[in-house]
């Protein structure tokens, strides 16, 4: 079963970067398709960006082009570098795994395993 936790969020200012990590224990990272969503008060959780199990990368649009997610095998992480961050980008940020057999989806309910959220608020 595997345990998340996200690290790295925080404040920056609009037109700044953060980086977030998903540190998986318990198991080996690249037997699961991560993917990162994030849910602005008073909005449901949306999808971000995910790194497969075979190493593909997806984006939502409004992140396309400012969003790299990428894999750390030797750290067990998938990471989400943010660049030039909007205010709209202010939410918590969750990573949530998918076992490697599923075909990937951007479905919130098509995830096992969640970290807990980080805070990223982006001030204009």
């Known amino acids: 079963q595997a345990q998340l936790k996200e690290s790295g969020g925080g404040l920056a200012q609009a037109g700044g970067s953060l980086r977030l990590s998903c540190a998986a224990s318990?198991?080996?990272?690249?037997?699961?398709?991560i993917a990162w969503f994030r849910q602005a008060p008073g909005s449901e959780r949306e999808f971000v960006s995910a790194?497969?199990?075979?190493?593909?990368?997806y984006y939502d649009d409004s992140v396309e082009g400012r969003f790299t997610v990428s894999r750390d095998d030797a750290k067990n992480t998938v990471n989400l570098q943010m660049d030039g961050l909007k205010p709209e980008d202010t939410a918590v940020y969750y990573c949530a795994a998918r076992r490697y057999y599923y075909q990937f989806t951007r479905d919130i309910s098509g995830y096992t395993y969640w970290g807990q959220g980080t805070q990223v608020t982006v001030s204009s």
């Open positions: 790194f497969t199990y075979g190493g593909s990368e």
């Open positions: 318990g198991v080996s990272i690249s037997s699961y398709t």
